[in-house]
Nanobody, 125 residues
Framework: EVQLVESGGGLVQAGGSLRLSCAAS????????IGWFRQAPGKEREGVLC????????YSLPSVEGRFTISSDNAKNTVYLHMNNLKPEDTGVYYC??????????????????WGQGTQVTVSS
């Protein structure tokens, strides 16, 4: 059984930083894409960043470029979302999602098979 567990969310002031972790179990951690998605109150879920294990290809939501990065530690079966210069509009529940296979689905959430339970990120102004 595949499980994805997010951690690292919390309350931070605007301009601050957080690092979210997505720990995977039951997942083949050398042939995957892991993506981070977020959902703000009253809004649809949107893709933030994803990374493909084969070639390191990443896709990013334009509004987070230059502020958020994604990295992976295959030895720990963990993908990280590094968030800097956070803004109040970054507030939401952040989910990690995964799919096995060599090709990245980008930020199309319909193509991801496995989802975590989410972690809350709140950015105060």
């Amino acid at each position: 059984e595949v499980q994805l567990v997010e951690s690292g969310g919390g309350l931070v002031q605007a301009g601050g930083s957080l690092r979210l972790s997505c720990a995977a179990s039951g997942f083949i951690f050398d042939d995957y894409t892991i993506g981070w998605f977020r959902q703000a109150p009253g809004k649809e879920r949107e893709g933030v960043l994803c990374i493909n294990s084969i070639d390191g290809t990443t896709y990013s939501l334009p509004s987070v470029e230059g502020r958020f990065t994604i990295s992976s530690d295959n030895a720990k079966n963990t993908v990280y979302l590094h968030m800097n210069n956070l803004k109040p509009e970054d507030t939401g529940v952040y989910y990690c999602a995964g799919v096995q296979g060599p090709e990245s689905p980008g930020l199309d959430e319909l193509l991801y098979h496995y989802w975590g339970q989410g972690t809350q990120v709140t950015v105060s102004s």
